[in-house]
């Protein structure tokens, strides 16, 4: 069964950093196009960044590009989404995910096989 494992969410005042990371089991980073979701209460669930499967194409959501990197350490077959200056409006459950054939339309969390569980980031004022 695969499974996409994250870890890295918690809390932290504005202004601050976090670094989520997502492991997947039974393929490999290099193989899939992986994004990272997240969903806030009583919202629905949206695009946050994706990196395509040869890594030379990332992709962010305006509300965090300049602030939020996501990148691949391959030899620990992991995706990272690094988070700089974070804001209240950041506070979601942040999922990760895994795509096979996310094409042009890396956005749309449709497009997407597999995910993970969630890992809560709260930031407070």
């Known amino acids: 069964q695969v499974q996409l494992v994250e870890s890295g969410g918690g809390g932290v005042q504005a202004g601050g950093s976090l670094r989520l990371s997502c492991a997947p089991s039974r393929f490999t980073v290099q193989s899939y196009d992986m994004g990272w979701f997240r969903q806030a209460p009583g919202k629905e669930r949206e695009f946050v960044a994706a990196?395509?499967?040869?890594?030379?194409?990332?992709y962010y959501a305006d509300s965090v590009t300049g602030r939020f990197t996501i990148s691949r350490g391959n030899a620990r077959n992991t995706v990272f989404l690094q988070m700089n200056s974070l804001k209240p409006e950041d506070t979601a459950v942040y999922y990760c995910?895994?795509?096979?054939?996310?094409?042009?339309?890396?956005?749309?969390?449709?497009?997407?096989?597999?995910w993970g569980q969630g890992t809560q980031v709260t930031v407070s004022s």
């Open positions: 995910a895994a795509g096979s054939s996310v094409s042009g339309a890396y956005y749309s969390s449709a497009n997407y096989d597999y």
């Open positions: 990196i395509r499967r040869s890594a030379s194409t990332s």
